[in-house]
């Protein structure tokens, strides 16, 4: 359960001294063959002229190979930026090597745009002498500006001076993230999925908020890992890899960003990366199905960026191949931690609200009225006011319903609602005392996470609203939002004064 | 146009010392045959025993006939409340003799809802001696809670004791509306029409928002009226009155609210009343179209009450009949006027947001497509911030058309996007230097309102946002929106500290 995701989050992972990014590049564990490295610049925006120097950070994933598989999804926003028609272009071979990453621009609506992004990609391609059609350029931030093209030439040759770790590309790729967010599953012995979800419990999956409470990421040689896979696989990545031929094959993923919750930086981005030998086929297959599952499944603020992206790659460096279920299986849990975690940090959000979908006949209509619930203005606000206003809930799923199941194969009239464990509402009425409003108020409280409190993950559960319609047997479905707090307001609204 | 009718408004229309239900009442134009009563009480909900009391408004509008046509719109919100499920019930007949509204409680999914509904109304009715089915209760408020019968049944019978005037009414169906909102249309010679909308320069229609700065209002007796007629129809209603046979008849409207806009009422409801003689069918069918294109397409914070309601009623007090075209060709910007007011005076609202569809092949798309681009919260922070983040608004249509141009109808390539007069996107990209951007700012900062001033409406005109796809002659489709500031946060959520 994404609830018991949340609850292994424990920033007293963190040493004394030591950031969320160094917790990540000690402990992520690091598929073979892949490296990062980051650099940053300043500009004067074209459009702007005026205006102070905006910093902006270039950072680049390389793929060693031996095999260089590559899947995306991209939004289905119809004014994508020049990144993503980029990646449309260049994904439809299967085949990518290398993906630089810059911030502050997001290059859409940008006069030159598309062209702009071949030459950040040809930069890069020289880089590592790759053919530039290996080599993505991917961008986050403001809508219609242009790339300070001239500056990002100059500064993507000294990447290689910007080696860094996991935990250094998560914090590099972030706008107004609160923490860097990177997660990793072993598809070694132990089998695959979520310790935590009581589902399986030789499950073996780490991510970087619950790190610190986990044992050691996978079942073999973490010791020597430490310090002398780190230090023989320097050039690869900080951090710990998985070494020698044999091995079990890892995924590591890493996520930024939480839709269009910046004034200026509009982009959710997470990449995959496994040294399992993965046809591209099958890795788009199971990278639409994973998504669908769990970004598809978010929302903070209910707007879909004309950047949004998923990337994975796959090189083959474990000498291991992976079928396509067991991919899945393992990938699942990690894109759906990943997801939470984009939510966990949005923009000023205090409370993450889980709510989740029973005996909806459609996944899709179970999805959309879900998305409905938690985008509901009034849904949010009151829980950021710990303030159990059920009716409010009632009226954005009836809204929801109204909007969605045109069909009408849901029966209204069958609702059973259950909020933090308490029912309700039942057979067209709700059941509301003053003990029910103070249980509901208190697991409010305990929910609230301080949205000004940045750096490390912060684990306060969720608002959990089951919304039961009795009768069809379908699997559950859960959508994640955020709440709607004066902190997203002074960030998205007061930021120019 | 609604910025011409915004334009139109002025707060100076009240005297010394007058407040704005006073200036409602002294200058609205009443239709004959209709009173209006208003009453209050107290009571502790029985779901919250330990709270303190909460204050409850009862009013009554009366139809004296001599004819009861009657017709209404309801939510689509697929958890109705109890008095939207008596409305669908008793205007199938399509009589109505009066409408008992209470605030504080909206009677939603509370246990026996529906009889309690049905008692209020038998009580109405009794008052009057009308056949109960031909008594309507309507109430805005908590979503959840039970009606105070008890005192309710208490409170009715001392109504006719609280005769007012349209101002009064409108007040009293007020919620967290920061002033009462009535407007009229007279059908007399002059046509029919909005004057400042220079489409009609005959027309003659007014609204509470724009009757201080009006001549008189139709284009006889007033002075007569002011006074005369107000006595000689005191019983009627305070303000002024159509007298006479042969006197052209009128439309008023009330309305309050703007969607679910406060932490605990939820209701928008308007009623429109004419003392032209029309068929329950005809006003059904005008009703249903004015509805689609004012209210329908407004709105604050996306999330549809489970009370909306729109009844009108018509009594042929005047005498004469309308056609049809007539009816909706002066109903049509009445309607708009009380829509726009409805936005004017949402819950925290500083920015009006005007967004006009051009060139969109179907007409039920661009309403979608537009309330998309208004509802984005970012859209709507980035207004209040009075920040001209363009971007934002192009993130927000290209994901509406990926919502709802299935079909894809619209060519994204053909937008010419113009806000504020100033053309800012075409051909793919956008027009973006500092001149546009300060240009940009200076319009907006020019269209703040202050969210915490009430009391009377404020002219601020609008955010004009123009979303051309050229090569479709099709009518534009405008949608009104409300952006979104610490006010509404303030009120939503923050309301139990």
Not at 76 to 81: I, V
């Given at each position: 359960m994404l609830r018991g995701g949340v609850a292994m989050?424990?920033?007293?992972?963190?040493?004394?001294?030591?950031?969320w990014r160094e917790v990540l590049d000690r402990r992520a564990l690091v598929p073979r063959g892949f490296r990062f490295f980051r650099r940053s610049l300043t500009f004067i925006p074209a459009e702007r002229p005026g205006s102070p120097p905006s910093s902006m950070t270039i950072s680049c994933l390389h793929n060693q190979g031996p095999e260089f598989s590559a899947a995306a999804v991209t939004t289905?926003?119809?004014?994508?930026?020049a990144p993503v028609i980029l990646a449309r272009e260049r994904l439809s071979r299967g085949r990518l090597q290398a993906i630089l990453v810059n911030t502050k621009v997001a290059n859409v609506a940008a006069p030159g745009g598309l062209e702009a992004a071949r030459q950040v990609a040809a930069a890069g391609a020289r880089l590592f002498s790759l053919p530039p059609e290996e080599v993505l350029s991917v961008s986050t931030g403001v809508i219609g500006w242009s790339l300070p093209l001239e500056e990002m030439l100059r500064e993507i040759p000294a990447l290689p001076q910007g080696s860094c770790g996991v935990g250094g590309f998560a914090e590099a790729i972030m706008?107004?993230?609160r923490y860097p967010k990177a997660g990793w599953v072993s598809l070694?012995?132990?089998?695959?999925?979520?310790?935590?979800?009581?589902?399986?419990?030789?499950a073996d999956i780490r991510t970087g908020g619950s790190a610190g409470t986990q044992g050691d990421p996978c079942g073999e040689g973490t010791g020597e890992g430490r310090g002398g896979a780190a230090s023989r696989v320097a050039t690869a990545s900080r951090g710990r890899t998985a070494s020698g031929n044999g091995t079990a094959p890892v995924i590591l993923g890493v996520a930024k960003g939480a839709g269009m919750v910046e004034p200026h930086l509009a982009t959710m981005l997470a990449f995959f990366v496994t040294d399992a030998s993965v046809p591209p086929e099958t890795l788009g297959r199971v990278l639409r199905r994973v998504t669908e599952k769990s970004f598809n499944h978010l929302s903070v603020d209910s707007d879909q960026s004309t950047s949004d992206m998923v990337v994975a790659l796959a090189n083959g460096a474990s000498g291991r191949s992976v079928d396509e279920a067991e991919l899945e299986a393992a990938w699942q849990p990690l894109a759906d931690r990943l997801a939470l975690e984009i939510v966990r940090n949005g923009e000023g959000t205090s409370h993450v609200i889980e709510v989740v979908l029973r005996g909806v006949p459609c996944a899709t209509l179970a999805r959309d009225v879900g998305r409905h619930v938690v985008n509901s203005p009034l849904v949010k606000t009151a829980i950021f006011g710990n303030d159990p206003n059920v009716g409010r809930i009632l009226m954005a799923l009836g809204d929801g319903l109204s909007r969605y199941d045109h069909r009408g194969v849901i029966d209204p009239s069958g609702l059973v609602m259950t909020i933090a464990g308490r029912e309700v509402y039942r057979e067209g009425a709700f059941l509301l005392d003053q003990e029910t409003e103070d249980l509901l108020c208190a697991s409010l409280r305990a929910a609230a996470m301080d949205p000004l409190l940045a750096g490390v993950p912060q684990d306060r559960g969720t608002v959990p609203i089951v919304l039961d319609f009795p009768g069809n047997d379908r699997e559950d479905v859960r959508v994640i939002g955020s709440d709607l707090t004066d902190e997203y307001l002074r960030v998205n609204a007061d930021y120019r004064t």
């Open positions: 989050v424990d920033p007293s992972a963190a040493r004394p001294g030591e950031s289905t926003n119809r004014f994508p930026g706008t107004t993230d070694g012995e132990g089998g695959h999925g979520v310790a935590d979800t009581g589902a399986d419990p030789g």
